[in-house]
């Protein structure tokens, strides 16, 4: 009835150093390219926006990349977090297949998030930063910045995109708990979200908007710096301490996955559990099976353009390519806030590109099903944007089953759902429908991408 | 800056035995008498409402009693739970105590509920109960009755008391998710909510109230029994894997608390974690001062009298001789929900009658500023609950500091507060009162008190 099978490392085992797929690529990612020359970017160009550590580790070429003491030391509040075998779920599936999940939801505030918060505000800590600006969607990223601001002593300035600002008014109660400062983005406080107002009053704000807001502040001000809590590879490299652990953890239970499945929205998540496996596989280790989820609502890897794009709005960070449904396109608002970027990381792009990912789309709906499912056998709720990866963990069991063999599936459990109750009480009361992206928006969005030599 | 420092145990180290302090009282606590006949109850007396396993738990006098392997089973989940040194929390108050936190929102439902809902759950089930019945205040109990009932296969009816059923609907979801009924109390389902609701339409409930709810619905279904999460003798009891894990931390940490802090509604989190250590210097090992902390306006160790009461408001439940305000009594509507009980653990106020606990009251605004600055320091946001111990906690390594003394602090955080993020935004917006209890309607409750010879 209940064999929690729980694959537990010691402190001693937290990584000293986050893995860097750039050593083990077959081939680079694209040059990111200056917004005006089309030139490729140098580290000056984005000294601006970021503390000079973080520039580094974003054109690093070393495999291993050490994890500073301070940062690991934060990392002992709830890491190594525990790697679990879903017994009590292969059972009521009634499969053969091996279900693992890694639980990241165990950080202080609630997901894999302050992975990267803690190191980003460590370095700008260290190197005289005052303040840092940055956006966030449905909240999980805010959250763990200002926790991370709070720990390190520096001021948190959010852009909240402002559906979820009105939908999850709790994840602003917890930023300002922390002492950071939240805003509803597009606000009057920048010129980027100003234009926005101006043309649409309305507006209900999308994550490259508030990009747009978060950066405009920092370069205004010297004592200032900008983060991002996906996309970039440095934020995929602090990540990969999941994927590091993960591995661990697997040599304890005997097993190596098959599969590995991650939900996709700017990247990192994915990035965190795959790369050290993909890595394996790329230095001749065993192939395994990348299964990228994203929102049939915001499908960028399954019907976006790999092709150079902005990461905000307002065009004010470097171009970089992508898959992209383009900058100016706004998602429909569902649930999943986190997966709602009209973009994704460069990595993830490439080695999508190279063939090395299966990406596919699921529809919000099943997405919930999915995590009722897994709650009622498992004991936790997942955040919305990991009900993705529940999806397609479940699916994987059930063509195991279908097929009658036994593959070993990991997925990563990014966050709980203890913020997104609102979202469960819609499914619950039947209130929850599916949303289609609109063709003809992509379409006018992907025409407007700018061209590049 | 960041020195984390948690004393991690290996999962062997989960208690195979819960700590029965009956073993090592001074003088048992007065017994438990029939509310009609008031001759102490037998166990028959309460086979309506427990399954037989737990009934003889209620009365047993022996020291240990063994935790079944399911039970440990789930609690691996996520026990050992963590115990913390709060350092950075230190150093923010400059203080040379050393304070200690066993950190219990690492559990599925947030709080240290699910140790006593797990067991509860498989003793209803080993004996082929079918549904369980409940109340439920702030919403931690029920949803840990909820996850519980889901992972045993057991139908879960929750009485939440209508205050908090409208304040915190997200609890709702959240048990509902788990496949749970929630109800508002009082409601039309039962004789005592009608009757309730005849009187006062509009009435917010109470524990009380929904105490007789529960009860009513279970003892009219031969498959149903009834299930509390505080207050007797078992509940406490299978609360104290909280205590034994402490004991074996301090080890590991080379240190001893000298004062032991925990919040007090029903008393199940004070039980579970003061008494190992308590029954340790009643053996003739060292003496602690252990600390009871409960609010200002419902101040029943404090304020209460030390007398044979009922335990809901309809005088369905045996009598038990507890500090009470009366069963009649409603507190007024504050934040910490689950401490919002007329009543008291007949084993904590025995033990505070005997002279052995030091209870004191706080207001919560102030309540609420410690745990924010909790918060700060060390990354978690406490539950209203918890934020009584914190608040006592931070007193006394003031106290420490004035004195010029270092002693060690241990209390209960008993459970994170992402459910409570609108008590938060009140705090955070000015919004947040203190709240007075009502001397001459505690004074009436009280004059209605049955008179026992």
Redesign the interface.
Known sequence: ????V?Y?L??KDIPRHWYNIMADLPSPPPPVLHPATHQPVGPDDLAPLFPMAVIQQEVSQEREIEIPE?VR??Y??WRPSPL?RAR?LEKMLDTPARIYYKYEG?S?A?SHKPNTAIAQAFYN?QEGVKRITTETGAGQWGSSLA?AG????LEIEVFMVKVSFQQK??RR??M????AKCIASPSDMTEAGRAVLREHPDSTGSLGIAISEAVERAVQRDDTKYALGSVLNHVLLHQTVIGLEAMKQFDLAGDYPDIVIAPTGGGSNFGGITFPFLGEQLRGGRKIDLVAVEPSACPTLTRGKYAYDFGDTAHLTPLVKMHTLGSTYVPPGFHAGGLRYHGMAPLVSHITDLGLVRPRAYQQTECFEAG?LF??AE???PAPEANHGVKAAIDEALRCKEEGVSRAILFNLCGHG??D??A??DY?DGKLVDQEYDESEIAMALAGLPSVA
Do not use: N
């Not at 709070?150 to 002593?153: A, E």
């Not at 300002?176 to 002492?179: D, I, L």
């Open positions: 009835m209940s064999d929690t729980k537990v010691d402190e301070p030391e934060v002992r509040q679990f009590r165990v202080p609630g800590k926790l709070s720990l390190f002593g008014p709790y109660s917890f300002e708990t922390f002492g009722i709650a009622k004991g936790i709720i203890h913020f109750m609102q469960y009480r619950l």
